[in-house]
């Protein structure tokens, strides 16, 4: 359930990649959000916060209501899960259950930010982590039941970084919202990330060098194939395996030599935390594994619950440009967001299309639908 890394080549730059798992599709939507964007983030109780974008972002969000007849779901419902704006700041929605509970009270004259709005907040907004970081100081950030996930507090925690490698972890536990400093630059789920931080303590021994023989008393053992060196990883798609693993790999792999080769790279890292349908299975009575979001519907006749990567994001964030593919291809398509900053108007189409995408000039497809 969602690996996130950051990856650097040769030259320092730093690129980002992320998975994404769940048990169901959901209707991902590409949204480009202009410079001058108008946004508002209410919490009932509270005053609305209202901004407008000071930076051009391209996201991939989610509607945060379910639609009606009545109200279908527009731009101003989407809630961005995964993007990057002009200045190649990056947000990353990631789950994480503890999220939830005893939240501190705000003064009801305050304007608060729901936690379903950081994402668009952070990206038109601000340029470095460091300035997400102070501006957070200041703004109440509250945790908002969400209808779509049946009134679940927002069961999640994010992750954003910038073009210098700065990467601060945003985290609720039980209500507390606590940033981390992210050393690592990686990312998976519970349990806390400061815990992820004290785990890889119990791995100072890895290494990416084989130690292909040894010998014991008069016998000498060789190894008949390469690769001895990642025995010693942890093998589960458990969130603490995932993140021991996106650690090693992001550290230990070769530093490209081009942009174009860094993002092949991360392509090739990024493979090892595909998840096919049916690799691991949950079957309701052994427990609730496979709710790691918990109010999402899984679906009614199905024998078991399975995770699979619904998809995968590249992220270059010095050329910003933005490469995903869904679970259908094994083909990413790429959409450059430094081609499109100038646009002005919003542009929204169904994430579901890249699979059979043909993007026109600018990386949009040809005839992308406008909220």
């Not at 608060?112 to 601000?126: E, H, I, R, Y």
């Not at 997400?132 to 927002?154: H, Y």
């Not at 942890?234 to 490209?256: D, I, L, M």
């Not at 174009?260 to 691991?280: S, Y």
Request: hydrophobic content about 40%; overall charge negative; some cysteine.
């Amino acid at each position: 359930m969602c690996t996130s890394l950051l990856y650097s080549d040769q030259a320092g730059r730093f690129y980002f990649g992320r998975t994404l798992e769940l048990t169901v599709d959901l209707p991902y939507q590409l949204v480009f959000f202009p410079r001058g964007q108008e946004f508002s983030s209410e919490m009932t109780g509270h005053p609305a916060v209202s901004f407008a974008g000071k930076y051009a972002v391209l996201a991939i969000a989610m509607p945060g209501r379910v639609p009606t007849a009545e109200a279908p779901v527009g731009l101003t419902d989407m809630k961005v899960l995964e993007g990057m704006n002009e200045k190649g700041l990056t947000f990353s929605v990631l789950s994480y259950p503890a999220a939830g509970g005893g939240q501190k009270p705000v003064d009801m004259t305050r304007a608060v930010l729901s936690a379903s709005d950081l994402g668009s907040w952070a990206l038109a907004g601000f340029s470095t982590v460091a300035e997400v970081k102070a501006a957070l100081s200041d703004q109440p950030v509250m945790l908002e039941a969400l209808a779509i996930l049946g009134g679940v507090e927002s069961p999640f925690h994010y992750v954003v970084h910038d073009s210098e490698g700065a990467s601060v972890v945003i985290e609720f536990h039980k209500g507390e919202m606590i940033l981390y400093d992210n050393p690592v630059g990686v990312m998976t789920n519970g349990p806390r990330f400061d815990w992820h931080l004290t785990n890889l303590d119990n791995y100072t021994h890895l290494t990416n060098v084989d130690r292909s023989s040894a010998t014991f008393g008069s016998y000498t053992a060789i190894q008949p194939d390469s690769g001895i060196a990642t025995a010693a990883l942890p093998s589960s798609n458990t969130s603490v395996g995932r993140f021991v693993r996106a650690a090693f790999y992001a550290h230990f792999t070769e530093k490209a030599a081009t942009p174009d080769l860094a993002v092949q790279t991360l392509a090739h890292i990024m493979n090892n935390f595909d998840r096919p349908r049916g690799a691991t299975i949950d079957y309701p009575e052994e427990g609730g594994g496979h709710l790691e979001v918990a109010g999402l519907d899984q679906g009614t006749g199905e024998a078991y619950a399975t995770e699979f990567t619904a998809w995968t994001s590249l992220t270059d964030l010095a050329r910003k440009s933005f490469y995903v593919r869904d679970y259908r291809s094994l083909n990413y398509v790429r959409f450059d967001l430094a081609d499109v900053v100038e646009a002005k108007q919003p542009k929204v189409f169904p994430l579901q299309t890249i699979a059979d995408a043909n993007p026109a000039p600018g990386g949009f497809l040809a005839d992308p639908h406008t909220a």
